[in-house]
Structure formats: C-alpha cells, structure tokens
C-alpha cells in the first residue's frame, strides 16, 4: 500500500507508515529504516487499527493517530524492537456520526489533533465532509493519556479537515479549520483548557 509520511527519530532512524486511504479498513503498518541503508532496523510492527493521518514525532517516540486511538510508538534500540506504550493511548472513538483523526501536533504538554478526516474532496474541501458530526479539535495531555478533551471547531454538521491545527508555541494559540465549513477558529491554551479568541466564516479552502 501506498505510504503517506515519515519522521525522524534523535538516532536518526525513519519512521514510516502505510495508508489505506480512503476506506481506512485495514490496519496500519510502522517500518524503522536506517538513513543510509534504508534496511529495516527493527521488525515492522502492525497497529491495532488503520492510521489514515500523517505521522508526529519529538524525536524520543512517534504518534501514530489511529481511527479511535493515538498510539505512542518508542523504539528500543538495544533490543531492535518498535513497540507500542500501552501507558499511554487517548481514545476518540468510536462514534456513529464522526470518522478518523487527522495529523497529530506535538507541544511542550499536549498533543492535539482533529477527527472527521473522512470526505470526498476533489477541487474544494467545501461541503465534501462524509460524516455527519461537526469537526472537532482534541488534545490530551503527553504525561497522562486519559485525560482527553475536545471542542466542536465550527458545530456545523459534515465538518472535515485534511491538515493539523496550526500551534504557535510563543504565544500558546491552537488555530484549528473546518474545512467542510469554511470557518477558522482560535484558542488561546491555557493549562489543559483552551480559552476561546476568534472565529473566521466564510474562509473557504
């Protein structure tokens, strides 16, 4: 299957994923490469569900946004093994009237992301969402994967998105968009509560 990102890990390893896109039915599969070689330096390993989105790394791990669970994947180097931190996998899903998360974004705290990644874009990402729910903005916090929170981006239905929200570290403003929608939205994060800036309709992609 086609493979649709790939990070970096401090070793300098790549770390890349395949992608059954559209459908997002079957699950997904992680490969660590050498940089020089590109041979692999630990056995694939195969996620638990499809990952549509993109790839995130701090360097240390790698998140892999699954369709109802954020996977955290550490490599052990001595041991030449990818595998999956079960201490730590915040849960979006499932839910009739939404569909899989979109790529991860990675701050000093939290990781957010965003779900209804499914659509049917061609020219426009205007009305192509396929899932009824509004679009919604997630975080979790790094150090405790339990504590999930959302927030619905613009609350129209058939909200989508194909892109991470936007994070200013400086300033700590998540910017995220509803690209079905047409609408942009702020939020100042403060703590692990996101305090509401701005909105923007009629914003079309």
């Known amino acids: 299957r086609p493979h649709n990102s790939f990070v970096l890990l401090d070793g300098g390893e790549l770390v890349t994923k395949d992608c059954d896109a559209p459908a997002g039915l079957e699950p997904s599969t992680v490969s660590v490469l050498d940089p020089e070689t590109l ?14 989105a993109r790839l995130a790394s701090d360097g240390d ?5 699954g369709t109802t669970v954020v996977y955290r994947l550490v490599l052990d180097r001595a041991a030449g093994r990818l595998s999956i931190d079960s201490s730590w996998q915040p849960s ?7 569909s899989y998360g979109w790529d991860p974004v990675i ?5 957010l992301w965003m779900d209804n990644g499914r659509n049917s874009v061609d020219r426009t990402m205007l009305g192509t969402g396929s899932s009824p729910d509004p679009v919604r903005l997630w ?3 790094r150090d ?3 504590a999930v929170r959302s927030v619905e981006i613009s609350g129209l239905p058939y909200g989508t998105e194909s892109n991470p929200p ?8 998540v910017i995220a968009y509803d690209a079905g929608n047409a609408v942009l ?6 703590g692990d509560e996101l305090e509401p800036l701005w909105r923007r309709d009629g914003f079309a992609h």
């Open 166 to 173: 936007a994070w200013d570290p400086a300033s700590g403003v």
């Open 185 to 190: 939205r702020a939020w100042r994060l403060a």
């Open 144 to 146: 405790d994967g339990s």
């Open 139 to 141: 975080w979790a916090r």
């Open 39 to 52: 041979l692999p330096v630990a056995p694939a390993l195969r996620l638990p569900e499809p990952s549509i």
């Open 107 to 111: 701050t000093d705290s939290h990781v």
């Open 61 to 65: 791990s790698v998140l892999a946004v």
């Open 92 to 98: 979006y899903g499932p839910a009739p009237g939404r």
